[in-house]
């Protein structure tokens, strides 16, 4: 079944650790996102890639590092990781970049940082 | 800045319709998204508004006006499983999708 994927489904990190939360989409789209979602806030976007081998920072990048090595996987990394960044994380694509395509997302990653 | 304004929560009956409305000042219009998220699920896909007007697609319609910044979603027929968060969202000038923080709707029998 074609989409995306997202793993681990949860996890529970200690402060200071790394992390690397996975994506991977099917639907050969250009662009990926990254977003993370808090209580009370919209969606807020972490980063983002309009096409493979390129990548660009959303609102709140901070603390956060992406890849786009292939169209495929778009892997988001805490390099240490703070309780602040406790949220659940969603992936996400569209077939092109640009704020007028449906974005498509994945079943997101519930992360708690102690 | 840029703001999206929707209602926190809202509660319908069963078989009733709901008008959720959303409201935006954004540094340009490129289009306004509506999407639905259950509990503890992605969101998905409800309509698209580019022009002002009514696009109606089953027992969801969505409506957008752009000289006021204010678009609504209007669900009939309401059914339990409409019972989810309602998120609006705006493409800005530089095409960069701006969220709403959803409205949740809770649906009563």
């Known amino acids: 079944i074609a989409g995306i994927t997202q793993a681990p489904t949860s996890q529970i990190l200690a402060a200071g650790r790394r992390m690397t939360l996975r994506c991977t989409q099917d639907?050969?789209?250009?662009?990926m996102y990254w977003y993370r979602q808090d209580l009370g806030l919209g969606l807020r976007l972490i980063h983002y890639?309009?096409?493979?081998?390129?990548?660009g920072k959303g609102e709140v990048p901070d603390g956060y590092s992406v890849s786009r090595a292939n169209t495929d996987d778009f892997p988001l990394t805490l390099a240490s990781a703070v309780p602040s960044q406790t949220s659940v994380y969603f992936c996400?694509?569209?077939?092109?970049?640009?704020?007028?395509?449906?974005?498509?997302f994945g079943p997101g990653t519930r992360l708690l940082v102690l | 800045g840029q703001n999206i304004d929707q209602p926190t929560e809202m509660t319908a009956t069963e078989g009733a319709i709901v008008q959720i409305n959303c409201t935006y000042q954004t540094s340009g219009f490129n289009g306004l998204f509506w999407y639905q998220q259950h509990a503890g699920e992605a969101p998905t896909f409800l309509s698209y508004n580019v022009l002002d007007g009514l696009e109606e697609k089953g027992r969801f319609s969505s409506f957008l006006s752009r000289s006021k910044g204010y678009s609504y979603l209007l669900l009939k027929e309401l059914q339990m499983k409409d019972s989810a968060s309602y998120l609006c969202a705006v493409t800005d000038s530089n095409y960069q999708l701006i969220w709403g923080a959803g409205t949740k709707l809770i649906i009563k029998p």
């Open positions: 996400a694509s569209s077939s092109r970049a640009g704020g007028q395509e449906t974005q498509y």
């Open positions: 639907m050969r789209h250009n662009a």
């Open positions: 890639s309009n096409t493979a081998g390129t990548t």
